[in-house]
Each structure stands twice: as C-alpha cells, then as structure tokens.
C-alpha cells in the first residue's frame, strides 16, 4: 500500500513537471524580441524638424540664447535613441552624427557675441553640414515633413544641394592642381629662379580666377616662402601655363589650390 501511495506521487510530480517545462515547445512569453529604432527615428525626426521650425518661427530677435534654445528643441527629442538599436548600422551612425553635429552647434552659440567673424564661419559650416545630412534622411531614408512645414525643408534641401555640388567642384579642382608639377629654371646669375607648370583641365568645369600657392622648401625641409601662381580663365580641356618667381632656389615645391570660381 505505501508503495502504491509512493509511486502515485511520483506520477503526480511527474506531471506537474511536465506542465511547467514542456520540453521542446518554446514559451513565446519569455522570449524578447529586439524593438529596432530605424522608423521610429526618422518619424521622431520629422517631429523634431517641424518643432524647430515653429520655435525659430516664434524667435524674435536671434541671440545666441535663442539659438541655443533652437537647437534644443532638437536635440532632446533625438538624444533618447542614443541608448536604441538600430537595425541599420549606417542609420545609426548617420544619427550618431547628426546629434553630434547638433550638440556642437548647441555648443558654438557661447562663442556669438565673442569673435563674431569665426562663429559665422563656423556657425555656416556647421549648419552646411547639417543641410547634407537631412537631405540624405529625405533622399534615402524616407524623411518627410507635413505641408505646413515643407516649404522651410525644401528650402534647407535646395542648400544641402548646393553644397554637394560646391564640395564636388571643389574636390575636382584640387585633384586637378594636384596633378601640377612646377619645373625649376634659374637666370643667367642664378638669383632669381621661374617655377612653371603646364596644366589641362580635364575637369567638367570652366574655371575663372585660379590661383595657387607655392610653398617653397630647402634642402632641410623648412618652408622658406610662399609664392603665387594664377590664371583669369582656363575652361575645360585647355592647356595652360603657371608661371612664379623667386628668388628662393626651392628643393622641394608644395602646391595648393587658394582661390577659384567656375563660370557659368
């Protein structure tokens, strides 16, 4: 009879046990999934987009304060997804970026009032930057704004183009006058020495005022002057010469691009 009894409980166990882990069956309500931030980023963006765009609308006078506060509105409705996952690495890293470049446009408000030439400077750059940055969020990530507000998007897209288009310009007439190789040649006396260089634009672009500068290096590596070298016109696929004097009798020749415009 005790056996009996005993052998009941241990099938009553048995049971129990059974119930409780169920063996190869997964229990759905312990499992977490991963709750990726992607859209819910770009939508918190649009968000944020449209909120600044009201509060700068409302700004009376601009102070540094207000710009401060402007960029604010900003960052604290993006700073949450610093601690989500992204699906998209790329995405992320491109948030990542953009909040940066919020904060340090948060930051570089101390110095208006200061040095005023260098905060414009920078402040442009800064928001130059950011133009990019959200017309790759339209262009690839579905970024939208409502009509009330498009109008303003639109505007600051039309300049990330521009500025896409300057740095491309830029980037080719650099790769251009890297390409320069100026030749040494002395006077009779040997005083003063020509450094020229013949140069095809074999860019898509008619440049006008180009000018560059050649620093002038001894036999030490010390850089002992800078001199100048231009054209007024040099339209695409046309040679033209550089032509610079001195009377340093350089060893090495470091050439940059200083100026330039593209006509149109």
């Keep these: 009879m005790k056996k009996a009894i005993m052998l009941f409980f241990v099938g009553c166990l048995a049971v129990c046990c059974s119930c409780a882990h169920p063996g190869s069956e997964p229990n759905e309500s312990q499992e977490s999934e991963i709750v990726y931030a992607d859209q819910e980023f770009i939508g918190s963006l649009s968000q944020a987009l449209q909120a600044r765009f009201d509060f700068a609308d409302a700004v009376d006078e601009t102070t540094a304060e207000s710009l401060a506060e402007t960029v604010s509105v900003e960052i604290e409705k993006l700073t949450p997804y610093k601690t989500r996952q992204f699906e998209d690495a790329k995405l992320q890293e491109k948030f990542l970026s953009y909040l940066n470049l919020l904060e340090e446009s948060k930051e570089l408000t101390k110095d208006m009032g200061v040095n005023d030439d260098t905060f414009y400077n920078d402040w442009d750059s800064l928001y130059n930057e950011r133009t990019v940055?959200?017309?790759?969020?339209?262009?690839?990530?579905?970024?939208?704004?409502?009509?009330?507000?498009?109008?303003?998007?639109?505007?600051?897209?039309?300049?990330?183009?521009?500025?896409?288009?300057?740095?491309?310009?830029?980037?080719?007439?650099?790769?251009?006058?890297?390409?320069?190789?100026?030749?040494?040649?002395?006077?009779?006396?040997?005083?003063?020495?020509?450094?020229?260089?013949?140069?095809?634009?074999?860019?898509?672009?008619?440049?006008?005022?180009?000018?560059?500068?050649?620093?002038?290096?001894?036999?030490d590596g010390v850089k002992v002057e800078e001199t100048y070298a231009g054209t007024n016109s040099w339209p695409k696929g046309e040679k033209v010469k550089f032509e610079a004097m001195s009377d340093v009798d350089a060893a090495e020749i470091k050439v940059s691009l200083d100026y330039y415009t593209v006509a149109d």
């Design 133 to 219: 940055m959200l017309k790759d969020f339209v262009d690839n990530y579905g970024l939208t704004v409502d009509e009330a507000h498009q109008e303003t998007l639109d505007d600051l897209l039309r300049r990330g183009q521009a500025v896409e288009k300057a740095d491309s310009e830029r980037d080719a007439v650099e790769q251009l006058v890297s390409s320069l190789n100026f030749d040494k040649a002395s006077d009779e006396e040997g005083l003063f020495f020509t450094y020229t260089a013949i140069g095809e634009n074999d860019t898509e672009l008619n440049l006008e005022d180009v000018s560059l500068v050649l620093a002038l290096y001894d036999e």
